[in-house]
């Protein structure tokens, strides 16, 4: 008997019935009363846009990270562009990253019409090597946009010091790291910019949305202006102040989120905590089952901090099986198990490709990841029974596939 997946043709493996009966997503959102509730409230309010939501949204979330200002934007990739052009960065600046990230992290230096450099991962982890950024610097290079890959948070104080020696700022792209830490502290408290996403998949979401964090009032007040317009005054506070005159003070962008996100992003901040502790028990129960096979590397934080998990990097050592990692996915979903990439490098793209005249080797760690990543289901909602059918599902592949 022969299952057809995804376009390859998978044998049947011994008993020919798949470890689900039906298909386990791989990271649906888990919406709660609260948000159900919050945008009802906002939608019969007769205020829908930014407003009172937005700022209350706001205030959250300076108090879950103890940062000074948050800013809520329409994404991650409006934060990390706005940045990018506050800072001034833009033609024939260079601004280093990494490879191994989504690409919004390099679009946006081109967009701000900077020139995005890579620097190759650390060899053991996901996250960008000092080492490798410091060979990078050059007299163009303005600053450095780490990402904290899969919720797990990069040093910062290394990549600090480097920055500071070199005159750098640092923009952290910790689209997957809300509710990450380091020794207590969390992410987006600290000086320079952290950037959240709010995305359907990201760990707290908004449906699409962003925010920037930042102890810095006057940059907080630049984010401020440049999402809505340069205007110097938002529509809330023109009613406020009861007047309706402004000022236009930049040619600002239009990247404000509204208060019907706002009101989704409150109700899931109230349960982050208790939905990263269920995704760093899901995480365990993985790491223990499949550290047991020698030819899996099982994630972890590379330098002992508080993992987030937004994701479940696994890496295969495919040379022991027999079958490739593209196959290995396609097999999971014969089982009726979801799961991804993350990611292909950014210097794979096309794009980048030619404009750059890249090849796959240039950043050799990142393209060994790459071939031997799969990541697995992780999500608030997954149940131990879903947990235990991913894993029966994997050890069902590897006894039948290993050499
Ligand atoms: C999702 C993601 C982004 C972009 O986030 P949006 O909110 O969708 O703009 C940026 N960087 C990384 C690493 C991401 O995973």
């Not at 236009?248 to 509204?258: D, F």
């Amino acid at each position: 008997m022969k299952k057809k997946t995804g376009g390859i043709s998978l044998p049947a493996i011994e008993g020919g019935s798949p470890v689900r009966g039906e298909l386990l997503p791989f990271s649906p959102p888990l919406i709660g009363r609260e948000e159900i509730d919050g945008v009802t409230a906002v939608l019969k309010s007769g205020w829908i846009t930014r407003g009172r939501k937005c700022e209350e949204f706001e205030r959250a979330l300076e108090n879950y990270t103890g940062a000074k200002n948050a800013v809520v934007l329409s994404s991650a990739t409006a934060g990390l562009f706005l940045s990018l052009v506050i800072a001034g960065i833009g033609e024939g600046d260079e601004v280093i990253t990494t490879p191994y990230t989504f690409a919004a992290t390099a679009n946006v230096v081109l967009h701000a019409g900077a020139t995005p450099v890579f620097a190759d991962i650390e060899p053991g982890t996901f996250l960008i090597s000092a080492k490798e950024i410091e060979k990078s610097i050059t007299p163009r290079t303005k600053a450095l946009i780490p990402v904290d890959f899969a919720g797990d948070p990069v040093d910062i104080g290394e990549l600090r010091a480097v920055a500071e020696e070199h005159g750098l700022r640092i923009i952290e792209d910790a689209a997957h790291a809300i509710g990450a830490g380091r020794k207590g502290v969390k992410v987006g408290n600290g000086p320079g910019v952290t950037v959240f996403s709010f995305h359907a998949v990201k760990n707290l979401t908004t449906g699409e949305g962003g925010a920037v964090l930042t102890d810095d009032e006057k940059l907080a007040r630049m984010f401020r202006l440049y999402s809505l317009h340069g205007q110097t005054k938002d529509a809330l506070a023109k009613l406020q102040a009861g007047g309706w005159r402004y000022d236009i003070e930049v040619p600002g962008y239009k990247c404000n989120m509204t208060d019907i996100q706002a009101a989704i992003g409150i109700g899931q901040l109230g349960r982050l905590d208790e939905n990263v502790k269920t995704r760093g028990a899901i995480a365990k129960a993985y790491g223990e089952f499949l550290s047991g096979y020698e030819y899996v590397r099982v994630p972890g934080s590379a330098r002992g901090f508080d993992h987030a998990w937004h994701l479940y990097p696994l890496l295969v050592d495919f040379t022991r099986l027999r079958l490739d990692r593209d196959r290995f996915i396609a097999a999971l979903a014969a089982e009726n198990v979801s799961s991804n990439v993350h990611y292909i490098p950014v210097h794979m793209m096309s794009y980048y490709k030619k404009r750059f005249d890249y090849s796959p080797s240039d950043f050799p760690e990142s393209l060994a990841v790459f071939y031997r990543e799969v990541s697995l289901p992780i999500y608030p909602g997954m149940g131990e029974r879903e947990v235990s059918d991913v894993l029966e599902a994997c050890a069902k592949l590897f006894s039948y596939y290993q050499t």
